[in-house]
């Protein structure tokens, strides 16, 4: 089996050694994610809400570059420095996945790779076994 990446230029992925995303066969695993923009900047800074937003459309993004769509997402973990905000990132999950829920797991970190940083999200997904990868 052959899998494909994808890369999407964040500046830890050469120093770390890894990619946003990787498709093996109809399974689709997206890496931690957060609210940091194209130009390395946080985005929503000290904002729960709108960094939970920005980062699950970054990783419904690398999930679609890949061929999945959010009702293949099966499973998102997610990871906050502050618990008390559950419900605000709650709902920016809710809005994202709608109808099509996936399991989750949230947990309370002390901090995050920068501490501008308040969640990042992980998703996991398993597509159709006839859904194509992009050329």
Same mark, same amino acid.
């Given at each position: 089996? /052959?899998?494909?990446?994808? *890369?999407?230029?964040?500046p830890w992925?050469? %120093? !770390?050694?890894?990619v ?9 695993? +997206? /890496?931690?994610?957060?609210? !940091? =923009?194209? /130009?390395?900047? +946080? +985005? ?7 960094q *939970?937003?920005? *980062? $699950?459309? %970054?990783a &419904?993004?690398a999930?679609?570059s ?5 009702? =293949?997402v +099966?499973?998102t973990?997610?990871? &906050?420095?502050r ?6 990132v709650?709902r920016?999950h809710?809005? &994202?996945f709608?109808? #099509?829920?996936?399991?989750s797991?949230m &947990?309370? !970190?002390?901090?995050?790779? =920068?501490?501008?940083? $308040?969640?990042?999200?992980?998703? =996991? *997904? !398993?597509?159709?076994? #006839?859904?194509? /990868?992009?050329?």
């Amino acid at each position: 089996m /052959s899998h494909e990446r994808f *890369a999407d230029g964040s500046p830890w992925e050469p %120093k !770390v050694g890894y990619v946003r995303a990787v498709r093996a066969g109809t399974c689709v695993y +997206v /890496s931690g994610t957060t609210a !940091v =923009d194209e /130009s390395g900047e +946080v +985005v929503g800074e000290e904002q729960s809400y709108e960094q *939970a937003r920005y *980062a $699950l459309g %970054k990783a &419904v993004r690398a999930l679609e570059s890949l061929g999945g769509r959010p009702e =293949d997402v +099966v499973r998102t973990r997610w990871f &906050v420095t502050r618990i008390d905000d559950w419900e605000e990132v709650g709902r920016a999950h809710r809005e &994202v996945f709608g109808l #099509s829920p996936p399991a989750s797991t949230m &947990v309370g !970190v002390p901090r995050l790779i =920068d501490p501008r940083l $308040l969640v990042e999200v992980e998703l =996991d *997904a !398993v597509l159709e076994p #006839s859904t194509e /990868s992009p050329p």
